[in-house]
Structures are given as structure tokens and as C-alpha cells.
């Protein structure tokens, strides 16, 4: 049961270039949506997130884009920095009316910005 | 800034013995969470708990898993009976309000032998 799908493993950039991380979702009951980084044998880590009633959030240099229509995430870091390399995960939950609130995750990407 | 911890950091057992896992979220939280992750899985909801009772848990949290909030700081992970399958990263998770973001600890790696 695949809701959140992220659909690269993998992705390489240079250090300075944008790295576009992407994510899709079919539950259309999501309306609240994060991106976690995590690195080896630590916890995930909060970075930025967006409501379903925003199509874009930014933060520094990590901005998040929301397209409802088309159930579709991304997660943009400009520049990169060798320090970004981690793996990426996309989770989603509903709010509205909720009472749970529960995380549901993709799979993960794994960044890596070369020097 | 304030942190969520987890103890132990790993923990090694036998099949079928019991493991309790112990988390203290971030001292102003209210909505508390498991997670876990299978090696080379995705990190799956277990169960979530807010005003000393949970308030869901998935397929996987069966009879063998409960959660306690002892004494309003620790926020326990209990299996009675461990099973091979059950070795994963587990991960506790708290947020204020249930609509913003949940911060994680470190996680505790079970070993089950």
C-alpha cells in the first residue's frame, strides 16, 4: 500500500546546482505534508512543510511546492551542499478533522551533492 | 535546543523475551508516537497516544506491543514476546499539536535472535 511514492532512489548533483526531490501521493484525504532528512543511524530530521491550502513554502534554502491536482511534491535545495547528502523522505498525514495524525512515508531518496 | 531521546540505543535479545523501549519526548508535547523501520524498508506508524490513551495503531501493533506513559516525562515501548520479524529501528516521535510537525529521537536498533 504504497500512498506516498518516491519514486528515485538516488539522485547526484554538484555542490551549488539545485537538487529537485520529488514525491507523489494518492490519498487525497492528505493534507499536510513534510520532508524529513536523515542520516545513518540517527533519527529523521524536520525540515520543511507544507498545508494542502499553500501550493509553496520556503525556507533558506529548502523550498517546498505543492501540486494538488496532480498529487505531487517536491522538495528544492538551492544551492546544494555537500552537507544535504542524506537520505530524503517524504511523509504526508491528515489534520482536518483528525485525531491521529499520523505520519505515512515514502521510501526515501538518497542525496548525494558532490564537492 | 530541546530533543526527543531514546534508551537504549541498541538492544540485543532472545526471540520471545519481552523489551521495553524508553523514549522522553520534548517536555511541552502532547501527541506521542512509534515508529519503525525495517532495514531497507520505509519508516511504518505503529501507534499514537495522546491524553494517556492511544489514539491509533496500525495492523502491526498487535496484542504482544503496548505503550505507557509512566510518569508524564518517559513514553514507553513495550513487546512482550519478541519475534525475529520485530528487529528494526524503532523510533519515538512527539509533536505540540497533532497539525505540526513531529520531531524524532535517535532511535533504538532491536536485535531479535
Known amino acids: 500500500d504504497q500512498q506516498v511514492k518516491q519514486n528515485s532512489p538516488s539522485l547526484s548533483v554538484q555542490e551549488g546546482r539545485i537538487s529537485i526531490l520529488n514525491c507523489d501521493y494518492t490519498?487525497?484525504?492528505?493534507?499536510?505534508f513534510l520532508w524529513y532528512k536523515k542520516y545513518p543511524a540517527e533519527g529523521p530530521t524536520f525540515l520543511i512543510s507544507i498545508s494542502s491550502i499553500k501550493d509553496k513554502n520556503e525556507d533558506g534554502r529548502f523550498t517546498v511546492f505543492l501540486n494538488k491536482s496532480a498529487k505531487h511534491l517536491s522538495l528544492h535545495i538551492v544551492p546544494s551542499q555537500p552537507g544535504d547528502s542524506a537520505v530524503y523522505f517524504c511523509?504526508?498525514?491528515?489534520?482536518?478533522?483528525?485525531?491521529?495524525?499520523?505520519?505515512?512515508f515514502g521510501k526515501g531518496t538518497l542525496l548525494t551533492v558532490n564537492p | 535546543e530541546p530533543e526527543v531521546t531514546q534508551t537504549p540505543s541498541h538492544q540485543v535479545t532472545q526471540m520471545g523475551q519481552e523489551v521495553i523501549l524508553r523514549c522522553v519526548p520534548i517536555s511541552n508535547h502532547l501527541y506521542f508516537y512509534w515508529y519503525r523501520q525495517i532495514l531497507g524498508q520505509k519508516v511504518e506508524f505503529l501507534v499514537s497516544?495522546?491524553?494517556?490513551?492511544?489514539?491509533?495503531k496500525s495492523e502491526i501493533f498487535d496484542d504482544q506491543f503496548s505503550v505507557e506513559r509512566p510518569d508524564g516525562s518517559n513514553f514507553t515501548l513495550k513487546i512482550r514476546s519478541t519475534k525475529l520479524e520485530d528487529s528494526a529501528m524503532y523510533f519515538c516521535?512527539?509533536?505540540?499539536?497533532?497539525?505540526?510537525?513531529?520531531?524524532f529521537g535517535p532511535g533504538t536498533r532491536l536485535t531479535v535472535l
Open positions: 511523509a504526508a498525514s491528515v489534520v482536518s478533522g483528525g485525531s491521529n495524525y499520523k505520519l505515512t
Open positions: 497516544f495522546y491524553n494517556n490513551e492511544i489514539s491509533e
Open positions: 490519498n487525497s484525504m492528505f493534507d499536510y
Open positions: 516521535a512527539s509533536s505540540d499539536f497533532g497539525d505540526n510537525e513531529q520531531f
